[in-house]
Each structure stands twice: as C-alpha cells, then as structure tokens.
C-alpha cells in the first residue's frame, strides 16, 4: 500500500520568505509522486512530479521539490513568497496500477504581506 | 491538450432529486478518466475510474453512479440525492505520459 502524509495543515509565511511544505510518503516500491495546487473554488494544477528520474524536481511557478528515499520525504519548497501563492497544496503519491492517486490531506498555504 | 470541461460548475439541489454531472475531454482518444470529491476539510476521495466506453470502476459503495457513453464523455449521477453527497466533484483524466492526472475545474453541489 502507499500513502501521503503532508505533516502540517496549516503553514503562514510572509510574502518574500522561503516556503516549506512538509510531505512524507509510504510506498512498497518506487513511487511516482505529485504536488498539486488548488486555488479557492478551482480544480487541481499541476504543480511539478517525481518518476524515477532527477531527485531535485522543477516545477512552475518557481517551485521544486527534491525526493529523498532515505528519508522518505518529497517535501515542496520556494525560495521566495509570492501573494498569488496562497492555496491549498496536496502532495499525492501513485498506486501500484497506475490508474489512481492517492492524495495527502492538504496544507494550507497562508502568505501574509 | 489535455482540456477537461466540466458543468454545471455550481449547483443545488433538494435532499432526494436527481443528480447529473457531466465531463467532457479534449485530446487523444480513449483517456482514463476519473471522478473525485473532494468534501468540507477532507482530502479528495476517488469515486469512479473508467479506461474505456461503458467500463466504469467504482472505488466506494456509495448513492452515486458513473456512466461513459462516448470515449470523451463521463458523467457522474445519482437517482436520490442526499445531504452527505455535498461536496465539490472533480473530473480529471490520465495524462498521455505516463500516471499523471489532470483536473477540470469541478462542479460545487450543495444538497440542502
């Protein structure tokens, strides 16, 4: 079985400042894994994806994350706080079939001025 | 592209009329296809996956069904609605790459 666990609910930093979202994951073999981002009232964009190639993944937006097998974590940063970046972040992990994700329960992402 | 259509996108409806939701896709033929909700502080729970016309898998018993008539086509339905079906449903197919999903921009149903 595989699972996500996105270890804070709630996470506020001021516009500027380093972002940091917290996601460790289970999986009994190599796993795919996603960061999502949901805007108020909007579906899920994309936001970058780990399969098995460059641990250090890049993704829009100036956000990447960087897969640790050791650790298991694939935990999504920023350097620098936007406004715009304020939503809800999901860390989501693949199934064996390849057919559904299992998502993290979120974290909420508050960036104040 | 991967354009995924969703409608209506808000809705509300009486405890026990009927539901219809409907998803459409641009792109390559035959997409997996999938249903989601996502309810008030809970992450987003897969309903339905579907890898071709007429092949639905369901995930969870529930009050809901799910039917792909046409190989762009997948709708998301209930005969009696209930208070428990609010939530906010997403559409999202599998990615032509490889096990990525991508989302519509959903549909709101509240049950009152």
């Known amino acids: 079985a595989q699972s996500v666990t996105q270890l804070d609910s709630h996470v506020s930093v001021s516009e500027g400042t380093p972002v940091l979202l917290r996601c460790n994951y289970s999986s009994s073999y190599s796993p795919s894994l996603f960061w999502y981002v949901q805007h108020p009232n909007k579906g899920l964009q994309l936001l970058l994806k780990?399969?098995?190639?460059?641990?250090l993944v890049k993704g829009i937006n100036g956000f990447e994350a960087e897969f640790k097998k050791s650790e298991t974590s694939f935990h999504l940063t920023k350097p620098s706080a936007h406004m715009s970046d304020a939503a809800e972040y999901f860390c989501?992990?693949?199934?064996?079939?390849?057919?559904?994700?299992?998502f993290g329960k979120g974290t909420s992402l508050l960036v104040t001025p | 592209s991967q354009t995924i259509h969703q409608w209506p996108a808000t809705l509300v409806q009486p405890v026990g009329s009927p539901l219809s939701l409907e998803c459409t896709v641009e792109?390559?033929?035959?997409?997996?296809l999938y249903w989601y909700r996502q309810a008030a502080g809970r992450g987003l729970q897969l309903l339905f996956y579907s890898v071709g016309i007429g092949q639905i898998s369901s995930e969870v018993p529930q009050n809901l069904s799910a039917s792909r008539p046409q190989d762009r086509q997948f709708i998301l339905s209930s005969k009696k609605l209930l208070l428990s079906d609010s939530g906010f449903y997403l559409c999202a197919r599998q990615g032509i790459a490889g096990n990525t999903i991508y989302f519509g921009e959903g549909s709101w149903l509240t049950v009152v």
């Open positions: 989501v992990v693949s199934d064996s079939s390849g057919y559904a994700l299992n």
């Open positions: 780990y399969t098995s190639a460059a641990t």
């Open positions: 792109g390559t033929s035959n997409p997996n």
